[in-house]
């Protein structure tokens, strides 16, 4: 599944291929199957990207059966 975040350092919007995409039911954060990778920064963590509002609507269809 393809994600499109916004990267808190370079500012810039790109789309990430994430695999498969869960809900860990302790923190209710998404567990991604791949690693968010920044085309500028590299490898970022949950915390140093955000979801736009497409990003957001794509992580609904995915976790739309979810648990």
Request: include cysteine.
């Amino acid at each position: 599944m393809e994600i499109n975040f916004h990267c808190r350092k370079c500012r810039q919007e790109f789309d990430c291929e994430m695999g498969k995409i869960s809900v860990n039911q302790k923190s209710m954060r998404p567990d991604f199957e791949k690693h968010i990778v920044c085309p500028r920064c590299g490898e970022r963590t949950m915390d140093e990207v955000l979801l736009t509002e497409l990003g957001q609507s794509q992580m609904t269809e995915a976790t739309w059966d979810w648990p």
